[in-house]
């Protein structure tokens, strides 16, 4: 089958069903016979690992535990001015690097790239490391946005929050979790993501076929 390679990115908060989508949308274009690559880039580190190790020595990265036992870490960069400035610069120059790698070296070559969460999530931790919402009207949020290709085919999955308890339990305990639902809420504004709901909101019975359907039709424009 020849055509352009694809970008499409499934985004959203954590507990919403993407890893399950996304491998959905490689199994339709495996079947088309599109040559694609799935890929997580949510956020890569390499030249800020020194700032990230510096701040746990500091105090302003918090080691917390989620339920009974998923540990997670806590970028308290808003306690200092100079890191909220330094770190998103240092991470654009990283999100450069694996975008790159990731996303322009195989697009090249022809192959397809479906990834699970890009650039709008990598944001969006940044705006909660820095207590910064407005980090995508900063000159390195816009930066950050110039690194999405042309031909980026975005989708957001939501669902309501007590369903994404039901599911991960855990997520309760997350102390920004409110702040993140919010934010992809405004981002799904800002930039016009269209959401699909992962649960069919006028019935309890929906299935995953369901709303991997309606991922597809959204996309149907794109690969058919």
């Known amino acids: 089958m020849s055509q352009k390679p694809l970008f499409i ?3 959203g908060i954590d507990g919403v069903g993407k890893t399950t989508h996304v491998n959905l949308i490689l199994e339709h274009l495996h079947e088309k016979g599109i040559k694609c690559q799935y890929k997580w880039l949510r956020f890569h580190h390499l030249l ?3 700032l990230l190790a510096y701040c746990r020595i500091a105090g302003y990265t918090r080691l917390s535990t989620l339920g009974s036992s998923q540990k997670c870490s806590y970028h308290e960069f808003y306690n200092s001015r100079l890191i909220s400035i330094i770190y998103p610069w240092i991470l654009l120059f990283d999100t450069f690097i694996f975008t790159t790698i990731k996303v322009y070296v195989p697009i090249f070559f022809g192959t397809s790239v479906v990834c699970d969460r890009f650039i709008y999530d990598t944001l969006i931790d940044v705006a909660v ?3 910064n919402h407005e980090i995508h009207k900063k000159a390195v949020g816009r930066l950050f946005l110039k690194l999405i290709p042309k031909n980026a085919h975005f989708i957001m999955l939501s669902v309501d929050k007590l369903i994404i308890f039901s599911r991960r ?3 309760k305990d997350d102390s920004t979790f409110d702040e993140r639902y919010e934010l992809y809420a405004k981002f799904s504004r800002l930039f016009n993501i269209p959401i699909i709901y992962n649960v069919n909101r006028n ?3 929906s299935t995953v076929k ?9 996309l ?3 690969y058919a």
């Open 220 to 222: 149907e424009l794109y």
């Open 129 to 131: 490391a820095t207590k």
């Open 48 to 50: 800020s690992y020194p």
């Open 169 to 171: 339990a855990e997520l």
């Open 9 to 11: 990115c499934i985004t």
């Open 203 to 205: 019935s309890v019975n």
């Open 210 to 218: 369901d709303v991997n359907t309606a991922i597809l039709k959204r």
